[in-house]
């Protein structure tokens, strides 16, 4: 079993700076991407940032010049630096590790529990 940690979540006025950690463990092959998504209170889950084992990023277009992903394969674990927030950038930021099923082309989607981010005066 694979458990996905996620820290460093909380409130922070506009224009303010956060960074999110997720720490993979348990029974781990081949993480093949780890990223974030969020979701806002009445909407759907999106897309916030994406990183491949090879180092291939891809961004939501709201957040494109102000987060950065990155990761360490070391240490199974993706970071997002998150600046010049917004208070539309509110949400809970999810976790996500798409993992190769061993001896097959399958991957197996994991989700972390979320961490909430609040961007308020």
């Known amino acids: 079993q694979v458990q996905l940690v996620e820290s460093g979540g909380g409130l922070v006025q506009p224009g303010g700076s956060l960074r999110l950690s997720c720490a993979a463990s348990g029974t781990i092959f081949s993480i093949i991407v780890m990223g974030w998504y969020r979701q806002a209170p009445g909407k759907q889950r999106e897309l916030v940032a994406t990183i491949t084992s090879d180092g291939s990023l891809r961004y939501g277009d709201s957040v494109k010049g102000r987060f950065t992903i990155s990761r360490d394969n070391a240490k199974n674990t993706v970071y997002l630096q998150m600046n010049s927030l917004e208070p539309e950038d509110t949400a809970v930021f999810y976790c996500?590790?798409?993992?190769?099923?061993?001896?097959?082309?399958?991957?197996?989607?994991?989700w972390g529990q979320g961490t909430q981010v609040t961007v308020s005066s």
């Open positions: 996500h590790a798409a993992m190769r099923v061993p001896g097959t082309a399958v991957l197996d989607d994991y």
